[in-house]
DNA sequence: GTCATTGCATAAAACGATTTGTGAAGCTAG
DNA sequence: CTAGCTTCACAAATCGTTTTATGCAATGAC
């Protein structure tokens, strides 16, 4: 059954009786070919199930209709798929889903800077990047090769940058810091990441200047984004040394379920004895007991946005960067005081 | 900071005085060329960060580094990612990273056979297809253009074939049944999909195997896995229509959740009221209330096999196939008669 | 001094498409 | 009849590799 070598331009020109030209010509809507001779190409083309080769075409055009996608935050990750970060999936899955909206197909690729990278990889139309942390080596990578790429999520040192598409982060602080404090919570303590990238930054900033506004306290922590859950367990001492707080407004998942953990074994339960929020939507946030109230990053909207500014670069056209998408918020038990 | 053309073998061969030939000979271990000049080609190619271009590459090797996962079932789904597959995802991301380990890489076709798909598709060094059904047109498309392949899960209308990777069903359905034995069940109702899969076909013929040894009834139900929750909740009834059965066991988790719902509904509860087990684990058998006995399929174990055989084939080396996989059983209260 | 033999390097032909430039007809205008 | 236009098709160059076949020195044997 093998051996089936494939139907190439040249066979279908020998068919049509018409050089290859003729036949690259009337597929592509080149040329100067007369509508007659496009259609019998056409149709002899069909009938014999051509298909042009992509490999052939791409060295040609440089472009093969795939683009890349790197999620930065797991590649610092040792397993690419803990619980808690579902929101990189969910994007990733919708990132594919739009790509081939744009004629374009998805290829996850991990970690470009370092081992060994796929072959293709430097001969993809362009990339994602969600998250890129300052000077990301990845980025520059991609620039050094002048590779076009949108990030998700502003590079924080890249401040006049267009190519990116990012959570309005600001927004959505201050919806959550909102809702607490319609919730009676008078200090809240907000616990972030280590990264350096624009979700940590946004965040934290709009605490501060909420906290300025309202005349409160800021009490302000950070554990590394790679710690998980232990990471949130670690900080309750430190949130609990001045007393417990009205509420804690934890920015990733699975700080957040540890926080709860280490909470409640120190008998804190929330919504009773204290408020808890999170930045992001995730598996653990919805099961968790109770339920923790959480911001959506929507990031199926995420997803068209950034593939659909990353599929205009590459055609070429004018990019209108700079996309600010609106978070929701999902109020859950964990943030609703007992009537 | 575009224009900035990269390098290529012509450049590298200008640099060091010698032809392109003599570039890819010592590059790739070829030809005769005297030890000294491969070293200090390899030194100038290093140097100048030379990458030889995949596309390139590929059209003469005819070999890109990178296969191709089709995730059947889901095909079939509306939605690529809904809750209570994640055997897929799991699937997928070992698979990924399995590929790594052979320098390939993996990427995602959506439904190969309807639709415009990825160009690149039909150039890829092979193919996972998982659970094909009988005639699936994945397959045979695979077969015409004479790409290789391999299956997880056997094709059923190919039982010569040797091509692929599998589950030990027949056992699992047996430790699953006998565990609910264990348990104190006697008339233990079945409940597979209805694709025409091997996946389906090995559990329903062991079934039916174990109740004619043990002088069971069978009593044996099927339900499209398209159909998902509703369609166990609909089946409820039917399950019990000759009294509440002492067991049930579900193949597809997503039927388990909703058999367990409407159970509940009507007053019956796991593991009190009868015994629940399920044949794939999943997010949803973690978190039910309370939570369901599955089987691991180990989808790790799986992605491995699976690639390290597509690997070989595709390196022309002699297939061993026909590999089955031991899964696992993994009890919880769903299951447990309380003492 | 000639003829093999060996050692080393290269020229040229693929791979399968796209694109640029050229030219052969057929037609019209003068 | 010829110069000038169109109209339509094709030859050949190109993309960046790999691979096959060829060739040139230098060495050794007789």
Redesign the interface.
């Known amino acids: 059954?093998?051996?089936?070598r494939?139907v190439t331009i040249k066979d279908v020109a020998a068919r049509a009786g018409v050089s290859i030209t003729a036949v690259s010509h009337a597929l592509n809507e080149k040329g100067t070919l007369s509508e007659e001779t496009r259609a019998r190409i056409r149709e002899i083309a069909t009938a014999m199930g051509y298909?042009?080769?992509?490999?052939?075409?791409?060295?040609r055009r440089s472009q093969?209709?795939?683009i890349g996608i790197v999620l930065r935050p797991l590649d610092a990750l040792a397993n690419?798929?803990p619980p808690g970060v579902d929101y990189f999936?969910?994007f990733a899955?919708a990132a594919?889903?739009s790509a081939?909206d744009h004629?374009l197909?998805?290829?996850?690729?991990?970690d470009l800077v370092k081992g060994?990278v796929?072959?293709?990889?430097?001969?993809l139309d362009g990339y994602v990047v969600t998250d890129p942390v300052r000077d990301d080596p990845v980025v520059d990578l991609l620039?050094?090769?002048?590779i076009p790429y949108v990030t998700l999520g502003r590079d924080p040192g890249k401040p006049e940058a267009s190519n990116w598409v990012a959570s309005d982060d600001a927004a959505a602080t201050r919806t959550a810091l909102d809702h607490l404090a319609e919730g009676g919570a008078r200090s809240i303590a907000f616990v972030g990441g280590t990264d350096d990238n624009s979700w940590n930054a946004d965040a934290e900033s709009a605490y501060l200047q909420w906290c300025s506004e309202h005349g409160a306290t800021p009490r302000h922590f950070r554990s590394p984004e790679g710690l998980g859950e232990a990471g949130g367990r670690d900080l309750v001492p430190q949130l609990l040394a001045n007393g417990v707080p009205d509420a804690i407004y934890s920015l990733t998942g699975r700080h957040a379920a540890g926080i709860q953990e280490a909470m409640r074994e120190r008998g804190y339960v929330a919504p009773e004895h204290y408020l808890l929020a999170c930045g992001t939507d995730a598996?653990q946030t919805r099961?968790a007991e109770p339920p923790i109230t959480a911001i959506d990053l929507r990031p199926e909207v995420l997803a068209r946005e950034t593939v659909e500014l990353l599929a205009r670069i590459t055609r070429g056209q004018a990019p209108e960067g700079r996309r600010l998408v609106a978070s929701e918020l999902i109020v859950r038990r964990s943030s609703q005081r007992a009537e």
Chains 1, 2 share one sequence.
């Open positions: 059954m093998a051996g089936h494939n298909q042009a080769d992509a490999l052939a075409r791409g060295l093969i209709g795939v690419y798929s999936l969910r899955g594919a889903v081939l004629g197909s998805l290829m996850q690729v991990a060994p796929t072959p293709l990889a430097f001969s620039e050094s090769r002048s598996a099961t």
